[in-house]
């Protein structure tokens, strides 16, 4: 089993809709929970962070922890066809390495 | 700032040839990260370091790869002998640890476009 798992989608949504976005993880020793979009071809880009549980909002972006229940999530209101990639949730904590989710691949319809 | 540079972009070798990835971190930023991207796998940590010394490479897969941080401006990846298995896209990352006083504060680690590397 994988320390983090997320479902590879594709998940595809209409322009305005609210986006949910998913992982588990098993490792108890996880603190620092990221959201990463990564466009076609190129490299990922950090979105938020969040440390241990609680929301947290930026813009049209929400990340949630619930470190009880081990499930993180990201979610885009009023989502627009430029949200369209791949989002990778990642977490750490005791060692700096990262621990990557397999990404979800979100497409937004105009 | 330019970001975090990778070479070559693509690369195309035959099974048994070395490859050799280069990246230039972020100025100012001491530590620098090695990942490899697959379909299957998805992003999986290869070795990082900090201040240019190793500090974990559970992530290699075999001896054929070794890395490199010879400054703190430049880093390589090498692979030797390659095979079709090592076909994946790789990429650097750098960050910048944050002091003590940002306990709640994980670095951010920021990505190269990454290098495309298939091997026949």
């Known amino acids: 089993q994988k320390e983090v798992e997320q479902d590879p989608g594709p998940l595809s949504v209409p322009e305005g809709a609210i986006v949910s976005l998913n992982c588990t993880y098993s490792n108890s020793a996880f603190q620092y929970f990221m959201w990463y979009r990564q466009y076609s071809r190129k490299g990922p880009e950090l979105l938020m962070y969040t440390y241990s549980s609680g929301n947290k909002e930026d813009g049209r972006f929400t990340a949630q922890v619930d470190k009880s229940s081990k499930y993180i999530s990201l979610f885009i209101r009023d989502s627009q066809p430029s949200d369209s990639a791949t989002y990778l949730c990642a977490m750490n904590g005791g060692r700096r390495a990262l621990t990557f989710g397999s990404g979800t691949r979100l497409q937004v319809q105009p | 700032d330019a970001g975090v540079i990778q070479s070559p972009r693509h690369e195309v070798t035959e099974m048994g040839q070395e490859v050799t990835l280069r990246c230039k971190p972020i100025s100012g930023h001491n530590s620098l990260f090695w990942y490899r991207q697959t379909m299957m796998r998805g992003l999986e940590l290869l070795i990082y370091f900090n201040n240019n010394v190793p500090i974990d490479d559970s992530g290699m897969p075999e001896d054929r790869f070794s890395a490199k941080m010879p400054n703190a401006s430049f880093s390589t990846l090498k692979i030797q002998p390659s095979e079709p298995r090592d076909s994946a896209v790789y990429f650097c990352?750098?960050?910048?640890?944050?002091?003590?006083?940002?306990?709640?504060?994980?670095?951010?680690?920021?990505f190269g476009p990454g290098t495309r590397l298939l091997v026949l």
């Open positions: 990352a750098s960050s910048s640890r944050p002091g003590l006083a940002g306990v709640k504060h994980t670095e951010t680690q920021y």
